[in-house]
Nanobody, 122 residues
Framework: QVQLVESGGGSVQAGGSLRLSCAAS????????MGWFRQAPGKEREGVAR????????YYVDSVKGRFTISRDNAKKTLYLQMNSLKPEDTAMYYCAAGPRATMRWWEYNYWGQGTQVTVSS
């Protein structure tokens, strides 16, 4: 079992940066794919990025490619999302999640954090 807690959200101006963290507990953390998802008001949940158990493979949705970087430190049991050149359309609640396979389907992830709000003003 894995427990996840996000932090690092906040309000920034367009063009600014934020670094989200997801602290995990549980002895099986290093066996999981990890993903970042976001949900804006009135919109469906969207997969943003994922990373393989060892960190060797990553995936990004086109809208964040080149701006966001997902990484993990398995020794610290922590997942990160570095967000640069933020845009107003990045405004959403951001969630980290753990799952058994390489997928961006949110319902295939087993464990979820509580979410952290990111607000980008123009």
């Amino acid at each position: 079992q894995v427990q996840l807690v996000e932090s690092g959200g906040g309000s920034v101006q367009a063009g600014g940066s934020l670094r989200l963290s997801c602290a995990a507990s549980g002895y099986t953390y290093s066996n999981y794919y990890m993903g970042w998802f976001r949900q804006a008001p009135g919109k469906e949940r969207e997969g943003v990025a994922r990373i393989s158990p060892t960190g060797a493979a990553t995936y990004y949705v086109d809208s964040v490619k080149g701006r966001f970087t997902i990484s993990r430190d398995n020794a610290k049991k922590t997942l990160y999302l570095q967000m640069n050149s933020l845009k107003p359309e990045d405004t959403a609640m951001y969630y980290c999640a753990a799952g058994p396979r390489a997928t961006m389907r949110w319902w295939e992830y087993n464990y979820w954090g509580q979410g952290t709000q990111v607000t980008v003003s123009s």
